[in-house]
């Protein structure tokens, strides 16, 4: 395994609260942001042995919502960071910005931080549907947002939607589909809703009013976002991902590739060494821990033999060329058939994967029983 080239940095800070999200993430208002920055860079610092010793290919950072800093503020967690690593001159930076925070002086102060790449949160080009899913912006400010990035020079833009929202009708995703591909962007990530515990959505689940899609209209959602994105040149690469040739998201096929990355910031998480970490969460509590420490590892996890393989095989499967066999073998010294015989027996009776001499993969049906597939390749302990 190769050592880290991959960074991934962490704001959590928002102008608002989406009803759906449970990343971490606090509202920006009185929070102590200059002081955040400040400790971004002193983590940097801590790692700063290991920063060098990789030339580094790719940078995200995300959020929260890392657009809800000021231009001064995004030029620090560059500027502390880049002092530090050896980057490639072909290294992917991503930058995840809302559309109403999208002005062309932020976006020259990005250019010229060397940001090459953003991730836009648009999720529908329904006004209604976004009001009701608790967005800021309007579909008009993310076409406007979007033709201003173009028009800047940004080439490498990815969109975000999201289908089986509440009340939504597989008329009203086309019609955000269609929006989408009128934008030409080359790359697109289109993600079913998923209810998670502390967020807004889960409490109007659990009492009853979120009126949400069937499980049947969803899958025909997925299948219309599949045809439509497939239809005009952009390969589904990965389950939620679409893109034209090389424009592929570099940094999560790193992730997918069950690659080493560090992770800076509140929540943040990391793998490195063979190691998984997790910062601490609470924005006062990653300031008291870097300010005591030097970084801000809450608990850190060395992978077993079986969690490793159960990692390759989760992640992996998430990409259209699933896992390699050849790769498999060299990484772990046995072959995935004589480990799994039962398990891809089964899976492939039901249909749900394509396994050959070269690799194994979700089918097509495969795609859309995701998470039944991954658990079939669950270790007991007698592997150990």
Known sequence: MSLAQSIYIHIPFCNHICYYCDFNKVFIENQPVDDYISALGREYRAFAQELGQEKIETIYVGGGTPSSLNEAQIADVFQSLYPLIDLSPEAEISFEINPNDITADKL??????????LSIGVQTFNNELLRKIGRKHTAEEAVAGIRLAQEMGFDNLSMDLIFALPKQTLADFEDSLHQALKLDLP?????????????????????????????????????VAIDAMEGAGRRHYEISNYGLPGYESRHNLAYWDNAEYFGFGAGAHGYLKGWRYQNHGPIQHYLEAVADRGHAILRKQELSLEQRIEEEM????????????GRFKADFGIDLYDLYQDAIDQLLDQGLIIFDEDHIALSHHGLFLGNEVFQAFLLSDETD
């Open 108 to 117: 020259a102060m990005l250019k010229a931080q060397g940001v090459n790449r």
């Open 187 to 223: 790359h697109y990530s289109i993600y079913s809703l998923i209810l998670e515990k502390k967020t807004v959505f889960y409490n109007l689940m659990r009492q009853g009013k979120l009126p949400l899609p069937s499980q049947d209209l969803e899958a025909e959602m997925f299948q």
């Open 314 to 325: 989760f992640l992996g499967l998430r990409e259209a060329g699933g896992v390699s066999r």
